[in-house]
């Protein structure tokens, strides 16, 4: 199974998957995690690149560069552990390309999901938990930021906004959980409580 942990910045994905890496250890579960972009050794310097507040990077630019990242991902980490059948959880991936570089930057829609499609080469969530943050909320938690996290209110309203289109159009894979107000406990209590319903119910297949 192919779960995809996804959201805006500062909605607490890095501590969720922090506690789910313990979860899994303390109760010897084999989950592999990985994230996109920077899980390879090719995706280790890109995401140094993308991510750099020194670099100037054009848009279409950057959303080759976490393309590349995504190509050498599934080809050499996601499509060998899949097919090993092992459940494998990723910090971001498609949809986060769709919501930053489609719906932040005004890149065509239609155009990245066809080289989404491409470079992913069947590989797709069967599960995505979206975690939600207000604006009000993630400029509270902000702290030190990279290029990404350092762009204009404007451009995360846009990013939100097409996180909760891409929720909309996915009923059946996506399932939003609002953060605001949760503890990180109660937030991981719910995101276990999605996980082990989902692979419940592939078991039953």
Known sequence: MFITIEGPDKAGKTTQIKLLKKYAEDRGLNWVFTRNPGATSLGSRLRDIVLDNKEVISDKAELMLYLADRADHVATLLKPA??????VICDRFTDSTEAYQGYGRGIDIKTIKMMNALVCEGVEPDLTIMLM?????????????????????????????????IARENPTRVRMIEVDGLSEEDLHVQIIGLINKALESQYAK
């Open 133 to 165: 943050v207000s604006d009000t909320e993630a400029l509270k938690r902000t702290k030190e930021t990279d290029r990404l996290e350092s762009e204009n209110k404007l451009f995360f309203i846009r990013v939100r906004n097409g996180y909760k289109t």
């Open 82 to 87: 899949l097919a090993e059948g092992k459940l």
